[in-house]
């Protein structure tokens, strides 16, 4: 690439055209070229003719535009240069045309296309190009545009994540209120207005609009509130009985202007201290790094909410151990049944504290048989309810009202309804029970008891041991024998 310039003195017409001519200090050629480009599509250049000015002062010399005893000059014959840009001629003297138009470049360019230097016959000579002097006279007014559009393209920006964050408020609102009362008067006033909200993903450009639907939609959501707060007061009423026995009593608190949070107060004869010194209870921070609501019930209510898997392994647990801490032992194990990441179950933990960790880590387990939105991913679900307990936005009390409203209706199971044959009607009707090809076998109830019978070993070690075994030996987890092999695999360990 050919780069050349010449004396402030020496171009076409005016001698003094382009002298002084410098960018701000900081600003060097690539960034003027970008600004000058993007500030032309700004105030309504072609597209077209913004990317040509860039092609343009490709060829021209980088120090020229930074020295104001210099112009930046392009010198290449018109021809040559429409045909590098893959246009033709005459569509290229358009465009020059255009740019011209934006004070953006001067043209001195004769019929013919002819730029360069050339001795006339009276011996004169002759400077024919195009001079970038006007792009650097108007470098503050393109990048002064630049930064209003920026401006404007933020509080847009802003503006619709206010929004967002309302309609999804909204939308919480309208399912929790459907849960405790699914014929509320409110609930198809609250789909009518949701549906008459402009889209977030829009290309509206207009600030007011995003701001004022945002506005509307936090001041519905007020009505939700307190539709939702009398419902959920009336509702727990009658299911308290449910979930309450004769040593503790469990109750719906509404405070005013605060979120209903569920509150347990046990008989003094019951031990619930929830942070003992036993290698099997998680070890919190005394003090929660961000407070939640206090959310605590009695063990028989935590029990009922539990799925069968958990319930299951809470109750294969050492009895030694008090209710709670075979309660926080089996949900670190079901952690790693669920896909959780150590890291997010310690998060929650410092986060939320040890009860509200595992009675979020029930929830999302229950909600995994949600009748109409499940929980596919209970690690990112996780993580997710950690976030809004660091912005103080968790409100695990109306989860449970939820679950207990969705019960009622028969619509919340404990365990998978799919209908697939279990593993021990499948052992019943004569047909293989394939080996599991994932997880552990502590929740197996067709396995399990086989490797508690061969060997002492950590079902989840033996289990990925058998695999990669069979992966070696080009067995079908799912073959006839496949149990004969697994029982004589485990005879041959050692014991641990």
């Given at each position: 690439m050919h780069h050349e310039s010449i004396s402030a003195s020496t171009f076409l017409t005016d001698p003094g055209n382009g002298a002084g001519c410098v960018l701000p200090e900081g600003v060097n050629f690539h960034k003027a070229i970008r600004t000058i480009s993007a500030g032309l599509r700004i105030v309504g250049c072609p597209p077209a003719a913004a990317a040509a000015f860039r092609d343009l002062a490709e060829y021209t010399n980088p120090d020229a535009w930074t020295n104001d005893s210099a112009v930046p000059m392009n010198w290449r014959r018109q021809g040559v240069m429409a045909?590098?840009?893959?246009?033709?001629?005459?569509?290229?003297?358009?465009?020059?045309?255009?740019?011209?138009?934006?004070?953006?470049?001067?043209?001195?360019?004769?019929?013919?296309?002819?730029?360069?230097?050339?001795?006339?016959?009276?011996?004169?000579?002759?400077?024919?190009?195009?001079?970038?002097?006007?792009?650097?006279?108007s470098y503050n007014f393109f990048r002064s545009i630049q930064v209003e559009e920026e401006q404007r393209a933020a509080a847009i920006e802003a503006s619709r994540g206010d929004l967002r964050r309302a309609v999804g408020q909204l939308r919480r609102g309208i399912q929790t209120l459907r849960?405790?009362?699914?014929?509320?008067?409110?609930?198809?006033?609250?789909?009518?207005?949701?549906?008459?909200?402009?889209?977030?993903?829009?290309?509206?450009?207009?600030?007011?609009?995003?701001?004022?639907?945002?506005?509307?939609?936090?001041?519905?959501?007020?009505?939700?509130?307190?539709?939702?707060?009398?419902?959920?007061?009336?509702?727990?009423?009658?299911?308290?009985?449910?979930?309450?026995?004769?040593?503790?009593?469990?109750?719906?608190?509404?405070?005013?202007?605060?979120?209903?949070?569920?509150?347990?107060?046990?008989?003094?004869?019951?031990?619930?201290?929830?942070?003992?010194?036993?290698?099997?209870?998680?070890?919190?921070?005394?003090?929660?790094?961000?407070?939640?609501?206090?959310?605590?019930?009695?063990?028989?209510?935590?029990?009922?909410?539990?799925?069968?898997?958990?319930?299951?392994?809470?109750?294969?647990?050492?009895?030694?151990?008090?209710?709670?801490?075979?309660?926080?032992?089996?949900?670190?194990?079901?952690?790693?049944?669920?896909?959780?990441?150590?890291?997010?179950?310690?998060?929650?933990?410092?986060?939320?504290?040890?009860?509200?960790?595992v009675l979020a880590l029930i929830i999302l387990d229950r909600n995994r048989f949600h009748p109409d939105h499940p929980v596919k991913s209970p690690g990112g679900a996780l993580r997710a309810l950690t976030r809004r307990a660091i912005a103080g936005e968790m409100h695990l009390d109306r989860a449970i009202w939820a679950i207990w409203a969705r019960e009622r209706l028969g619509r919340q199971p404990k365990s998978d309804q799919s209908g697939a044959a279990s593993p021990e009607a499948a052992a019943t009707d004569g047909a293989p029970v394939p080996f599991p090809a994932r997880g552990g076998l502590y929740l197996d109830n067709y396995w399990e008891p086989i490797r508690g019978a061969e060997c002492n070993w950590d079902d989840r070690i033996v289990a990925d041991k058998f695999r990669a075994f069979a992966r070696k030996n080009n067995i079908s987890l799912d073959q006839a024998d496949i149990e004969t092999i697994f029982r004589r695999y485990c005879r041959r360990l050692p014991r641990a």
């Open positions: 045909a590098s840009m893959g246009i033709t001629a005459r569509r290229l003297w358009q465009i020059e045309r255009t740019l011209e138009q934006y004070k953006v470049i001067e043209r001195a360019t004769p019929a013919n296309g002819y730029r360069g230097h050339r001795q006339l016959e009276d011996g004169s000579g002759c400077s024919c190009g195009l001079s970038f002097a006007p792009a650097i006279r849960n405790l009362a699914p014929d509320h008067e409110l609930i198809d006033e609250a789909e009518t207005f949701r549906g008459s909200l402009p889209a977030t993903g829009c290309r509206s450009r207009e600030v007011a609009r995003f701001a004022s639907a945002a506005a509307e939609t936090r001041a519905f959501n007020e009505r939700l509130e307190t539709a939702i707060s009398a419902c959920s007061e009336a509702f727990h009423v009658e299911e308290t009985t449910h979930a309450c026995q004769k040593d503790s009593t469990c109750y719906i608190q509404i405070q005013p202007k605060k979120e209903p949070v569920i509150v347990a107060h046990r008989a003094p004869t019951q031990n619930i201290n929830t942070t003992a010194d036993h290698p099997h209870s998680p070890q919190p921070s005394a003090q929660p790094a961000h407070p939640s609501p206090q959310v605590n019930l009695s063990d028989s209510a935590i029990f009922s909410l539990m799925t069968d898997d958990l319930q299951m392994l809470v109750n294969i647990q050492p009895t030694d151990l008090s209710a709670r801490e075979r309660l926080f032992a089996a949900s670190e194990k079901h952690c790693a049944a669920l896909g959780i990441h150590h890291s997010a179950w310690q998060e929650a933990l410092d986060v939320m504290g040890a009860e509200l960790a």
